[in-house]
């Protein structure tokens, strides 16, 4: 039985799609006033990739102009989410897990932690750990709470979307993963367990 869970927060937690406008409408509007090189179309898709993927990762493939990008940053990091934000559906599931929960989340620290604050569920956690994707990644950081914490890699199962991160560290570090994938986006990736939803995460932790 896993007690030990490792969960990550964005289109796991809860999805950004409903939370759209609470999220992303003021940076939308303020990367709108910036010049940033890139054509209206490709402003479009990246405004959709943005909703799944760092934000770092989404200007480097869309080619945002360096020089604006330390504005940017700068906007990112004292960003906070003010308007609460609905769990997913599904959320009810992870909360009932019995044993003890992390969130590990990439991003920016401020805008992570108002994001737990403003879905209303920091107390369903023993921790929250925001990763700073320019200098770490989640990998080290799992590495971290189990040496901080003396976990047993066995107790552990990491549930996330995002087969090119927790899922793929989880593996190469031994432990146990549930890809959570409702898209059918990585059909083909690798995880210990997997569901399009959470209604067989209990069964996968040995809790069901």
């Known amino acids: 039985m896993k007690r030990i869970f490792f969960i990550d927060l964005d289109n796991t937690i809860y999805f950004t799609k409903p939370n759209e406008e609470q999220l992303m409408g003021e940076l939308y509007r303020f990367l709108e006033s910036l010049d940033l090189g890139i054509s209206k179309e490709d402003f479009q898709l ?23 990008m330390p504005e940017v940053i700068s906007y990112l990091h004292n960003r ?16 009932s897990l019995t044993g003890r929960k992390f ?12 994001k737990v604050k403003m879905l209303g569920i920091a107390d369903d956690f023993e921790e929250v750990h925001v990763v700073d994707v320019s200098t770490t990644n989640k990998k080290k950081t799992f590495e971290m709470l189990i040496d901080q914490h ?12 995002d087969a090119e991160s927790e899922i793929k560290f989880g593996l190469e570090l031994g432990i146990s993963t549930f890809l959570l994938d409702p898209d059918n986006l990585h059909p083909n990736a690798e995880s210990t367990f997997r569901g399009n939803d959470l209604s067989n995460l209990h069964a996968a932790a040995g809790q069901a």
Do not use: C, R, W
Request: hydrophobic share 35%; no cysteine; glycine share 4%.
């Open 46 to 68: 990246a405004k959709q990739d943005m909703l799944k993927t760092p934000f770092l990762k989404v200007a480097k493939k869309y080619g945002f102009k360096e020089e604006v």
């Open 80 to 95: 906070e989410v003010t308007k609460p934000l609905k769990p997913s559906e599904d959320y009810h599931y992870i909360k």
């Open 103 to 114: 969130i590990v989340t990439a991003g920016f620290p401020k805008q992570q932690q108002s």
């Open 150 to 161: 003396h976990l047993n890699k066995a107790d552990i199962l990491i549930i996330g979307d």
